[in-house]
C-alpha cells in the first residue's frame, strides 16, 4: 500500500531554515509526480509546491517562490522541501502527497515559526 513519511519538521525561528522529507513507499515513486501541501489552524489546505516525476518541472504558490525548494531523489524514493528565510506565517503541518488513483497523504509534520 502506498505510504507516505514525512520528517522534519520543528520549531524555527523567523529568518531560519528547515528541510523536511518524505519517505515514499508501495508505488513506483519515478514515474509519479509530487507535492507540498500545508494547513495552517483554521484555514483549508493548500498546495504549497509540486515537481515532476524526473524532477525537472516544479512549481509554487506564489507565497513561497524564491524561498522554499522542492527536489527528488528517485534512488531513495524521497522528496524534500527545502525551506529558507522563513516567516510566522508558514507555520502549519506540512504534508507530502501523491496522486496514484486517488490523492494519497503522509501524516503531516509540525513546522512552527516563532521567536
Known amino acids: 500500500q502506498v505510504q507516505l513519511v514525512e520528517s522534519g519538521g520543528g520549531l524555527v525561528q523567523p529568518g531560519g531554515s528547515l528541510r523536511l522529507s518524505c519517505l515514499a513507499s508501495g508505488f513506483t515513486f519515478s514515474l509519479y509526480a509530487m507535492s507540498w501541501y500545508r494547513q495552517a489552524p483554521g484555514k483549508e489546505r493548500e498546495l504549497v509546491a509540486g515537481?515532476?516525476?524526473?524532477?525537472?518541472?516544479?512549481d509554487y504558490a506564489d507565497s513561497v517562490k524564491g524561498r522554499l525548494t522542492i527536489s527528488r531523489d528517485n534512488a531513495k524514493n524521497t522528496v524534500y522541501l527545502q525551506m529558507n528565510s522563513l516567516k510566522a506565517e508558514d507555520t502549519a503541518v506540512y504534508y507530502c502527497?501523491?496522486?496514484?488513483?486517488?490523492?494519497?497523504w503522509g501524516q503531516g509534520t509540525q513546522v512552527t515559526v516563532s521567536s
Open positions: 502527497s501523491t496522486y496514484w488513483g486517488r490523492r494519497y
Open positions: 515537481i515532476s516525476n524526473t524532477g525537472g518541472s516544479t
